[in-house]
């Protein structure tokens, strides 16, 4: 049976074969977890480890790289049962089928693992882990949401780094709970209320940081929760999660627009580096100036020198030349007082604003507030014991009007019977009784000889 050739075209190396099937073993598997025993371990001087997993059917080669180590919450042993978490793989130079390992956690953790899998296998099947729905993370936002327990390390970490890189976005908390059950709730209405700023009175982000420190499975499981993957989905607002620490992953991570691996990682990923970006532009300035003197520099040597070797009418022809440096020049001078004023101003911007944060403005603010309560708090006990003295004053006058003895002093009299009780009426008196006239400087005694009723 005759054969024919294959043509060159068609014939493929055996690094290009081995290329194909790591990719179509990276696209068709991908990330996997993966249960089996651990056998055939080995720990090279590089500190990686190199092992067999393996069930009652078939062996895997696996690699798990020193790195990766903190990410495991138990060490790899032989004869050990375990969970990994892997990437397939195929290794090059000797076209083995490998599992680049991940995550390596006991096996049979239980019903929350369980759970957390069919929870996983079906919002991955419904799409809200793929990549086409993840929103791009804005390079430059100008205000940040954060839900997250009002106290702790969580917002701390987040609100001092945001500080240290990007003093100017604004940073909002809608404190939630974040541990024990009916939390995932509260953390999935945060993020719908979010959703609808500014027409719930919320004010509007550019980018939303959702998560809380590091803990146990039972600890993380709010995030784990189906209303709370389903609402960071539905966000319109780009969602960054930052649950645990970088060992811990949970639904959440895999349905939001960007996963940290810490609280301190989402704030750095959801802000520039200002400092940073501050070196860059100065860099940059410094380049461009150094280029332009560069060429001016050249442009002045040249031309000197084709000066000097030419006829003097050729100076002249020159002359547009040398005006075209000297108007260089003054552009070069003009641009760097204008970069050096602009920073200047920047440098007084910032200046500014860390004196009104200074705690001692803030002091000399508060003493000042104190200083005008307390002036005006004197001056109104001040108007309040005038308008007292004011009302004694009128009701002594009205007292000392009333006053028997200043009735007396205008000479007038009080007439009494022996009893010492006031006479009113004629009718009170009969002929011969015994009276006692009080006058302002003593008293006298009379007896009543006859009685004139008024005619009136």
Not at 445 to 456: G, L
Request: with cysteine; charged share 25%; proline share 5%.
């Amino acid at each position: 049976m005759a054969h024919t050739s294959p043509a060159k075209s068609q014939i493929l190396s055996v690094s290009e074969i081995v290329k194909l099937l790591h990719h179509a073993v990276s696209t068709q598997v991908g990330m996997r977890w993966v249960e089996g025993e651990i056998s055939n371990l080995r720990i090279p001087k590089s500190g990686h480890m190199y092992f067999t997993l393996k069930d009652a059917g078939a062996n895997l080669s696996c690699a798990l790289y020193k790195f990766r180590l903190p990410s495991c919450q138990i060490k790899p042993e032989n004869g050990l049962k375990v969970r990994i978490l892997g990437e397939a793989s195929v290794f090059q130079a000797y076209g083995e089928l490998q599992l680049l390992v991940q995550q390596v956690i006991p096996a049979g953790r239980g019903e929350l693992n369980e759970k957390f899998e069919a929870l996983k296998r079906k919002l991955e099947e419904e799409g809200l882990f793929d990549a086409s729905h993840k929103k791009e993370i804005p390079s430059f936002p100008l205000s940040i949401g954060i839900i997250t327990a009002e106290t702790g390390a969580v917002i701390e970490d987040i609100r001092h780094t945001l500080t240290r890189r990007a003093p100017w976005i604004k940073a909002y908390l809608l404190p939630v709970g974040v541990q024990g059950q009916g939390n995932e709730k509260f953390i999935a209405e945060a993020i719908n209320m979010w959703g609808q700023a500014p027409d719930n009175g919320l004010p509007p982000v550019d980018v939303l940081i959702v998560g809380r420190g590091g803990g146990s499975l039972e600890d993380l499981w709010n995030f784990n929760e189906e209303i709370v993957a389903r609402a960071i989905f539905n966000s319109p607002i780009p969602i960054i999660s930052a649950v645990g620490h970088e060992r811990d992953f949970t639904i959440a991570d895999f349905v939001a627009d960007l996963r940290a691996p810490t609280p301190t990682a989402a704030a750095e990923l959801a802000s520039p580096d200002g400092p940073s970006l501050l070196n860059w532009l100065n860099s940059l300035e410094n380049a461009f100036q150094n280029k332009l003197e560069y060429k001016l520099h050249t442009a002045k040597r040249l031309t000197k020198s084709f000066s000097m070797s030419r006829l003097a009418h050729t100076k002249m022809l020159l002359a547009p030349y040398h005006q075209q440096l000297d108007y260089l020049e003054q552009r070069l001078e003009s641009i760097q007082k204008k970069s050096l004023y602009e920073k200047s101003q920047i440098i007084n911007k910032i200046e500014q604003l860390l004196h009104k944060k200074h705690p001692e403005t803030l002091n000399t603010q508060r003493k000042a507030q104190i200083n005008q309560l307390e002036e005006l708090f004197d001056l109104a006990i001040q108007r309040n014991l005038h308008r007292k003295q004011n009302i004694l004053d009128v009701l002594t006058a009205k007292i000392s009007a009333h006053n028997p003895e200043n009735t007396l002093k205008r000479g007038f009299s009080l007439l009494k019977d022996k009893k010492g009780k006031l006479i009113r009426s004629i009718n009170q008196v009969k002929i011969g009784d015994d009276l006692l006239i009080s006058l302002s400087d003593g008293q006298l005694e009379s007896t009543c000889t006859h009685k004139t009723p008024s005619t009136n």
